[in-house]
């Protein structure tokens, strides 16, 4: 069962426009929303957070917003560069007896083109 | 200095083959884990250990056999491999259990082909 979707695959934005990353998630238990972003042959690295508690969080040109009613989050990047050519990975977590386990989504391929 | 390590980088192996893939840290996290990346891209956990505890073990088969000799090391054992075994598998790691807020630090993949 996905829990953590990502329904768009592939994204190619061009250099300076907006890069608007959506994800959807299934669980309304999930208190904590994470973005990862990973390179070819890396590991995933973690790029900003959001607590359900709140529906804007903003880093530097990343910027991720919280829609709870719909269970959707998108994760903005403006202007978006081409070193931000990555794989973006939404997820989610929620606290079960005594630890977190943190469920990630399938992933969307982000293409800054020059 | 990598913070978290992860060895072999590849791995092509036979059906049946027992293979282990190990995992270190240096960032003196407490709380290690175990994820498969399948073909459909997804990041599954399959374990976790807190200093040393099992914590988490999802359902994972049995073949699989997560060994941590201390907190900063957590490897992991796979029997008689299978074909659909073949996935990327990533470490991280985190100080204390992976709390919304606190950060987990992946390894850089371990590819295992399965042939």
């Known amino acids: 069962d996905q829990q953590v979707k990502q329904n768009s695959p592939s994204l190619s934005v061009q250099e300076g426009r907006i890069s608007i990353l959506n994800c959807d998630y299934t669980n309304s238990m999930f208190d904590y929303f994470l973005w990862y972003k990973k390179y070819p042959a890396e590991g995933p690295t973690f790029l900003i957070s959001?607590?359900?508690?709140?529906d804007k969080n903003e880093d530097g040109r990343f910027t991720v917003f919280l829609n709870k009613s719909a269970k959707h989050l998108s994760l903005h990047i403006v202007p978006s560069q081409p070193g931000d050519s990555a794989v973006y990975f939404c997820a989610a977590s929620h606290k079960k007896t005594s630890y977190d386990k943190v469920i990630f989504g399938p992933g969307t391929s982000l293409s800054v083109i020059p | 200095d990598t913070a978290v390590s992860q060895t072999p980088k590849y791995l092509v192996t036979q059906m049946g083959n027992d293979k282990s893939i190990k995992c270190e840290q240096n960032?003196?996290?407490?709380?290690m884990y175990w994820y498969k990346q399948d073909s459909k891209k997804f990041l599954k956990i399959m374990f976790s250990?807190?200093?040393?505890?099992?914590?988490i073990n999802e359902t994972v088969p049995n073949r699989f056999s997560p060994k941590s000799p201390d907190k900063a090391h957590l490897n992991l054992h796979i029997n008689s491999l299978e074909l659909g075994d073949s996935a990327v598998y990533f470490c991280a790691s985190s100080l204390g259990s992976w709390v919304g807020n606190t950060e987990a630090f992946f390894g850089q993949g371990t590819r295992l082909t399965v042939v």
């Open positions: 959001i607590s359900s508690i709140k």
């Open positions: 960032l003196g996290h407490d709380t």
């Open positions: 250990y807190n200093n040393k505890e099992l914590i």
